[in-house]
T-cell receptor, first 113, second 112 residues
Framework: KAGVTQTPRYLIKTRGQQVTLSCSPISGHRSVSWYQQTPGQGLQFLFEYFSETQRNKGNFPGRFSGRQFSNSRSEMNVSTLELGDSALYLC????????????FGSGTRLTVV | QQQVKQSPQSLIVQKGGISIINCAYENTAFDYFPWYQQFPGKGPALLIAIRPDVSEKKEGRFTISFNKSAKQFSLHIMDSQPGDSATYFCAGGSGGSYIPTFGRGTSLIVHP
């Protein structure tokens, strides 16, 4: 069974640009969540999508947005990049009815210069 | 989201020693308590999980101890190995919440 796939693995962007990250969940999983991870800050929850609808949202500015497609694949977009957006962005998928089966991808390492 | 408080923030253990990481939760609706292990450059991976109907669960060298009345649970790593060096996250979850509530993580270093 394939795991959670995130692309690209690494990305370097310039301040002010925008970026789109992609996440393909485990087959059959309908929920996809996104996290930002920076050194010493743990896992900061961005948002969760279930059946193409944003079901939960963390405390991030509106520059961070996402969407989910009918095949459960999800994308996350960050506009007007700032240096502080440099981080490992993780997505996690689950069947969506509870917190069991929550599985992370390997992440996308975003560097903003 | 209700907090899950994790301690210590960092831990250094000698090879063969016991590593202990503690977590405390507030939300009494939590009914699922997973631990995740994360190596540098990788995403967290489920290590072991427990439900509150048991007080202990063991898988190899990894044991979760659970104290429902104190709302605390802990991860014990017996005979710690350098390959166990990673960041460990505890979490609480429930059927009413679709997203686990994570602790802030513990960076474990096991010296050879």
């Amino acid at each position: 069974k394939a795991g959670v796939t995130q692309t690209p693995r690494y990305l370097i962007k310039t301040r002010g640009q925008q970026v789109t990250l992609s996440c393909s969940p485990i087959s059959g999983h309908r929920s996809v969540s996104w996290y930002q991870q920076t050194p010493g800050q743990g896992l900061q929850f961005l948002f969760e999508y279930f059946s193409e609808t944003q079901r939960n949202k963390g405390n991030f500015p509106g520059r961070f947005s996402g969407r989910q497609f009918s095949n459960s694949r999800s994308e996350m977009n960050v506009s007007t990049l700032e240096l502080g957006d440099s981080a490992l962005y993780l997505c996690a998928s689950s069947p969506g009815q509870s917190t069991s089966g929550y599985t992370f991808g390997s992440g996308t390492r975003l560097t903003v210069v | 989201q209700q907090q899950v408080k994790q301690s210590p923030q960092s831990l250094i253990v000698q090879k063969g020693g016991i590593s202990i990481i503690n977590c405390a939760y507030e939300n009494t609706a939590f009914d699922y308590f997973p631990w995740y292990q994360q190596f540098p450059g990788k995403g967290p991976a489920l290590l072991i999980a427990i439900r509150p109907d048991v007080s202990e669960k063991k898988e190899g060298r990894f044991t979760i101890s659970f104290n429902k009345s104190a709302k605390q649970f802990s991860l014990h790593i017996m005979d710690s190995q350098p390959g166990d060096s990673a960041t460990y996250f505890c979490a609480g979850g429930s059927g009413g919440s679709y997203i686990p509530t994570f602790g802030r993580g513990t960076s474990l270093i096991v010296h050879p």
